[in-house]
Nanobody
């Protein structure tokens, strides 16, 4: 079974940037997504990318976040710019639609005001 490992999170000031990585232990799936869960909130889809490179974003991150993938490296990325305090959450990657067996530990992103 493929395992997904997220990295790249951290503490950043509002307006800053971070780049998250999701490394898969095997070939990544046709459509991959980045999700996030803030304290007290449900986990939500932030961005998704198909095997052909088509992308989709939540309205709250459009124009600020960019999802990309490197199939040769079995890795999916999330470039996050102009970060806001409301972007604070644990970020996870998974297939789309999400599958429970592929959740990893996630990576914490904290944006200070």
């Amino acid at each position: 079974q493929v395992q997904l490992v997220e990295s790249g999170g951290g503490l950043v000031q509002a307006g800053g940037s971070l780049r998250l990585s999701c490394a898969a232990s095997g070939s990544i799936f046709n459509t991959m997504g980045w999700y996030r869960q803030a304290p007290g909130k449900e986990r939500e889809l932030v961005a998704a990318i198909t095997s052909g490179g088509n992308t989709n974003y939540a309205d709250s991150v459009k124009g600020r976040f960019t999802i990309s993938r490197d199939n040769a490296k079995n890795t999916v990325y999330l470039e996050m710019n102009s970060l806001k305090p409301e972007d604070t959450a644990v970020y996870y990657c998974n297939v789309w639609p999400r599958r429970s067996e592929y959740w990893g530990q996630g990576t914490q992103v904290t944006v200070s005001s």
